[in-house]
Structures are given as C-alpha cells and as structure tokens.
C-alpha cells in the first residue's frame, strides 16, 4: 500500500518474540531493538550481526539502540554507527520509546539515515534527562534546542 512500517520491539520474557512475529518481519521497513531485544530474536549479541539475521529475515532497516552509545544502522545503502550524546540521565524509562519515535519523526521529512539517527539519540537522550516516560518526550523546539547545545559523543 505504500505505508511506511515499524516495530518498536519490548522484552520478551517468554522467548516467544521471533516465532509471533517472524512472518511480519518481511513487510517491516524499520525495526528497532536494543542489544538484548536483538539477541532474544536473533540470538545473536553483536550489533551487526543482529542487524544481518534481522535483515535476513526480511526487515529492511535495522536500528539497534546501544543507550549511550548511540545506535547501529544497517539498511540496503550500507552500515553505519551514530554516536550518543553525553548526558546525566535522570531516568532512562522511555528513552527507547523516544528514541523509535525520534527516528520516525526525521524518516518522515525524508532526511538521509544518518541524521534520522542523530536525531534519534539525541530525542533519547533528551528523555532520559527527565523523569518517567511519557512527561519526558521533547517537543520538537525542545529537540531543535538539544541538538544546538549538543553534540554528540
């Protein structure tokens, strides 16, 4: 239909992630697991080679949140690495909601893979500086203002 897609994995405390979602993960355009969330699917404990089985298996741009350290990127154009931003979080719940959000925001305005994912840590980054999850999402003033205060690590 020509949409866009996504998925914003959480913990799988059951093991039973890949085989519910497995069949979906051919029309999936950008997933986004943490280092635990990917090695749960894919069993798998690096970044890019959780990208590769996720790619693999059909998705086609992997994100793979690292916290602080950013993220690691793998789509059809190549892979790449986007660092953190140093900050003195306050409460880190959230921030990979915000992060996946973050990504989204920029794909939608149709910028290149490596500013959406500078955009994404810094809106992670930005969330952990506040408490709780959803009173900590910045508006996109509040982003635009982190991003030219900040740069990243």
Known sequence: MGCLTSMNICWDVRGRWLKTLQSALAYTDFIFPNREE???????????HIAARLREMGVKTVIVKLG?????????Q?????????????DTTGAGDCFAAGFLAAICRD?????????????GAFAALGLGAADSAPTVAQLEDF???HSAS
Do not use: H, W
């Open 68 to 76: 602080a350290a950013g993220c690691y990127v793998e789509s059809p």
């Open 38 to 48: 990917g090695r749960q699917l894919t069993g798998e404990t690096e970044p890019a």
């Open 147 to 149: 991003l030219g205060r």
């Open 78 to 90: 190549g892979s790449f690495t986007s660092p953190g931003f140093a900050v003195q979080p306050l």
């Open 111 to 123: 910028p290149p893979l490596p500013f959406a994912a500078r955009y994404a840590n810094a809106t």
